[in-house]
């Protein structure tokens, strides 16, 4: 069944379900699987620079989901076999953890030995001194051996309180980051997190719960501080080589942090819609070309993203410079990995796939199930595969799959997978970095290697010696140039002992790369934000952006910590120039060109109180840009509409009312600046000023008259403006605010008009400007809109009069009259209407939308009972589909869809499907009620309203034909009040044939053999 359940994968919450095509049991099919490891890697099709090879596979590695080689080269492997089930009552878990060990150096992994066992639902490990941290069973927890036996035999809960209800949806993949803390994905179900019992820092495990809902987890692992952080990753948690950070989401395959909630909480009033950047193509428009017979539980999202997992940033070189940096995602519904190209923009990146049509990684083996990656110890990419017939959770399937017979097939396999290059330098000799522990020197000279499983295991080896007597080395290495590049020096030093402002200093002086600049900007402000020394140092910094450090890389890591005021004039003037160079097209490389959204947003981090300041320094750059094309205007009105905008909502929303009046008097009052600044800074105004519109006309009210005129002024040729129809999607919010703030008859009825616009935006914010107009104008405006307005606007306007005690008697009126039929009352507006305070008027509401199904077809649904208990055939139920349903339902490769799509069936019960064939007016989409259009010769014209423009309306008819009628033509244009679909079906259909319709929409996705054939009910 196929419609609006999230189904799961393995530690994450699947959209999609894949199966193999085996039918009860483990049949081989010679092309989709299963296979023995070594036919399976023959099936594989990659990059043409890449080969794969086998680590490691059943019995050594069974179910693994997590994988890490520790500083000796041995492999540590989590395995989960009690996925997905878990164990019976009262048993103990079924995950372990496995070591694995190469003693003749072929490549191969074998000789596993059990670390620890009988652990519920496990799924991620780092190591930590002389054990490991794991998540499992809403904890963390440290494992350690203390006798060298290899066997875990000391446990401590260091957290606890991470949600449990989900066996995928749970805490995951706990890392070291490059600040010194260690970071936890949060699986999507959040928790209430406490200190452990046996947290080794004392912390009190009676704290007050933190929650970590819609976010992820961090801890110091020296002092135990722990925290909330922005997120949230679901199962995939990766850093690229400057820190930043990435998560995945089933339907977001590559995802960035961009702001942490830290730097939000800066700039008082600061609010964004956004912290992340989908770097990726996330959701519907994302693309996936697999090789398997992939097959989603629904439809609608096949060859996307839908169970997106595992994502790693390849930080290493062995594969080759074109792959570094790349974004590799695991999609096991897809049989493949995925492989993205990022290119900066600014804070952020976008990014892309090297050759359409073709994946990183595929197979035609439907059992390759890759959920997670990994960085190994010769700097190859390692894929962890669970391999088995289903990878989704049973809790998210249709309730027909719940007990397929093939859910566990492939609980005793597991391979893990290495891709290395195909053409030499090849990384296949199978040599294995090491990590000489033996002095600091050592862990320090390798924090610069070019493996980055070796400077991740040197900087934890650092960290855990807690050491200060090591600093001076550190700040030996900071001192030297062409080594103060490694981006762990300076967190290292603050972590171990204090920053002090020459190792700042030392810092910038001898970077000769950027992977630095994130901690120097954090550690400094941290540290020194207020001193002399510190915005010294700041400014000069600048003058390292003539020498190899990227100017827009510098100017938003500096603008995410450092406030505005710090800087000089002088450099002040260098960010705003910097701006402005890159309007110009074609004259910026990708990484210098700004996205407008992030560029307003760095600059209000940057503002702090200062927001005023900000404003009108970036208004005068852009007055005094005399733009020399159309493209450089249409870029300047972008970053203007971005910018200027949310600056001044930014000064109202910090509730400074001279700041504000100085806005409108010096900007929007003076008739030397643009129309853009203009309307932009009031628009900004509009939506940020406390007491909305009319606080804000007070305050325009009390203005010069010579600044009042030019306002007027303003709103005048946002009215014109809106007329010519040749606004960009950027400006019409802007405009339409401008209306919001007007009383004027014209201005009035511009809105009305505009509501009724084709398109679909326009309509929207037109009615969302009205309704912030004066409760005289809006009412009366409503009540003459509704009978006139159809689809999302009909609804808003529906929603907007239920809302309020003096609109919702005239919506009531409405419905009484019949003009309004009961049943377009969806269930939102009906609890609308029903938390009003007046309760005379719920009252009535109550009354008249109780709704009493037609005595016929209460009788018809009781005789059709039987339907629901008589053997069915899906395949006839096709044929008695395509005689009586096809002309408006469209189901697999038969019909046409008129009507709401119905094929998207996982949701749906076969009662409810009897429901609605038989009484098709029980439940109505406002978008699919019938309408009958009169026109002038007198014709009548029936269907569903397909599209309408200010000229004519469009109906869509059964077998999708469209009839067109000017509007000039239209004599009258009603809404039916009953479905297209005709009440009488039962006429045409027997009880049998009922049955089996409902049965070919209830399992025509399962007809071609990849789902076994026992789920067919």
Known sequence: MLLNVRVSLLLVSLIAISTSCALGQENKNAEFGPFSAEEAAKKFVLHADCKIELVAAEPDVIDPVHIAFNTDGKLWVVEMTDYPNGPGDG??????????????????????????????FANGLMFWKDGVIVTTDGKIQFMRDTNGDGKADETQVWFEGFATENPQLRHNHPQLAMDCKIYIANGLRGGNIVPGPDNPWGLDPKAKPLSISGRDFRFDPLTGKYEAIAGMAQFGMAFDAHGNRFVCTNRNPGRQIVLEDEQLKLTPGLRIPRFYEDVAAAGEDSKLYPLS??????????????????????????????????????????????????????????????????????????????????????????????????????????????????????????????????????????????????????????????????????????????????????????????????????????????????????????????????????????HFGETPEWKELVNSSFQRTDSGIPVSSFIFEMLGQVPWKTLSEADQKIVLDQILKQIVPGTQKDSEQYDPYWLSVYLRLAARSESLDVSTQLIAAFEKFNPKNEAEKQALRLQTYAAVRDLAELVAKQNQKDQARTLLATIVGNENNSFTTRMSVLSGLVQGFPGGRTALNSLIASLPDKAKENIAATMTEATRELKTKDSIAEELPILFDLLSLADDDASLQQLITATGSGDATRASLALSALLKRPAAQVNPALVELLPKRRGSVRRSILQAMASNTSRAPALLDEIESGRVPALEIDATVEKTLYRLSDKELVARAQKLLKREPPADRVKVLAEYQVSLTMDSDPLRGKVTFEKNCATCHKVGDVGVNVAPDISDSRTKTPDFYLMNILDPNRAIDANYFSFNILDTDGKVHSGIVASETSTSVTLKQPEGKLVTIDRENIEEFKNTGVSLMPVGLERKMSKQEVADVISFIKNWRYLDGQIPKEVIK
């Open 293 to 526: 017979r992939t097959w989603t539980t629904s439809n609608l999202h096949a060859n996307q993203f839908t169970a997106a997992c595992g994502a790693l940033i390849y930080n290493d070189s062995s594969l080759g410079d074109n792959f570094f940096g790349n974004i590799f995602t695991c999609d096991p519904t897809a049989n493949l990995v995925h492989r993205e190209i990022p290119v900066s923009i600014g804070p952020t990146s976008r990014s892309h796939s090297e050759t359409e049509g073709v994946e990183f990684l595929a197979t035609k083996d439907e059992w390759f199930r890759p959920v997670n990656l990994a960085h190994g110890p010769d700097k190859a990419l390692y894929v962890v595969d669970m391999y088995r017939a289903v990878i989704e959770h049973p809790q998210f399937m249709p309730v027909e799959l719940k007990d397929r017979p093939d859910l566990t097939l492939g609980l005793d396999k597991g391979r893990i997978w290495r891709v290395v290059r195909s053409q030499p330098p090849a990384a296949s000799d199978h040599k294995l970095e090491v990590v000489d522990s033996s002095s600091p020197d050592q862990l320090i000279e390798a924090l610069s290697s070019n493996s980055v499983w070796k400077q991740n295991h040197a900087q934890r080896l650092l960290i855990e010696s807690d050491s200060k007597e090591i600093v001076p080395q550190l700040r030996n290495r900071i001192n030297t140039p062409k080594t103060s590049d490694e981006k762990h020096l300076l967190p290292l030093i603050a972590t171990l002992d204090k920053l002090t402002m020459a190792d700042l200093e030392a810092a910038m002086s001898n970077a000769n790369d950027i992977y630095f600049l994130k901690s120097f900007f954090e550690l400094g402000q941290r």
């Open 91 to 120: 048993q103990p878990g079924l995950s372990r953890i496995r070591v694995l060990s190469d003693d003749d150096g072929d490549g191969r992994f074998n000789n596993p030995v059990t670390f620890a066992e009988k652990l519920l």
